[in-house]
């Protein structure tokens, strides 16, 4: 079975400081994980990806995050953050061989204040 | 034009009417799928379709039934509405490949959403 645990459901953050959002995984295989974003009254887009490879991995409008094994986790980080980074953040699992279901965070809010 | 679209975008209804939500796709993904998120316990998948001769159950199917007219097209049917089905419905696709079963990119592109209230 696999599981992702989201640290706090909402997060506050001043315009220009760092964005710091938190993901642990659970898997009994090496995980694909993944970053979605959802800005109100829209769907969810992928932010970035970890599937092989580099452990650090970049993604649209200047997000980060690092897979630790070690530590099963895959926080997503911005060095300073925008008004229009105000949404929430999802953090999802998966694996790979055939289909795999994918199990989502239960998403952090994020508010960027001026 | 959006990739993948949801109709209707908002719908009130009253417990045991027979809601359709609709989902239309022009990615070409033979994948398609729907979720429900509700407040706190983020998204959880309802049925899955790999084509129009496969449906499968998700994690939540009781009270609910789908039917993939065709590729491009999938509806989530609630044969007898009640209170705890109000949520926000997402109907998603994937490309077919062998990157984690969920396609070269390993991504689920989503639709707009369609919000369910049911009284």
């Known amino acids: 079975a696999q599981s992702v645990t989201q640290l706090g459901s909402h997060v506050s953050v001043s315009e220009g400081a760092l964005v710091l959002l938190r993901c642990n995984y659970s898997s009994s295989v090496p995980p694909y994980l993944f970053w979605y974003v959802q800005y109100p009254n829209q769907g969810l887009q992928l932010l970035l990806k970890y599937t092989t490879g580099a452990t650090l991995v970049k993604g649209i409008n200047g997000f980060e995050a690092e897979f630790k094994k070690s530590e099963t986790s895959f926080h997503l980080t911005k060095p300073s953050a925008h008004m229009s980074d105000a949404a929430e953040y999802f953090c999802?699992?998966?694996?790979?061989?055939?289909?795999?279901?994918?199990?989502f965070g239960t998403g952090t809010k994020l508010q960027v204040i001026p | 034009d959006a990739d993948v679209t949801q109709t209707p975008r908002n719908r009130i209804t009253k417990t045991g009417k027979r809601i359709m939500l609709e989902c239309s796709q022009t990615?070409?993904?033979?994948?398609m799928y729907w979720y429900r998120q509700d407040p706190g316990l983020g998204l959880r998948l309802i049925y899955y379709?790999?084509?129009?001769?496969?449906?499968n159950k998700g994690e939540i199917s009781d009270g609910y039934s789908v039917s993939r007219q065709a590729q491009a097209k999938f509806s989530l049917s609630l044969e007898s509405a009640i209170p705890n089905q109000t949520a926000l419905y997402f109907c998603?696709?994937?490309?077919?490949?062998?990157?984690?079963?969920?396609?070269?990119?390993?991504?689920?592109?989503f639709g707009e959403g369609s919000r369910l209230t049911v009284l």
């Open positions: 990615k070409g993904h033979d994948r």
């Open positions: 998603a696709t994937s490309a077919f490949g062998t990157s984690g079963g969920l396609g070269p990119t390993g991504e689920l592109f």
């Open positions: 999802a699992v998966s694996r790979s061989g055939g289909y795999q279901k994918v199990t």
């Open positions: 379709s790999f084509d129009v001769k496969d449906i």
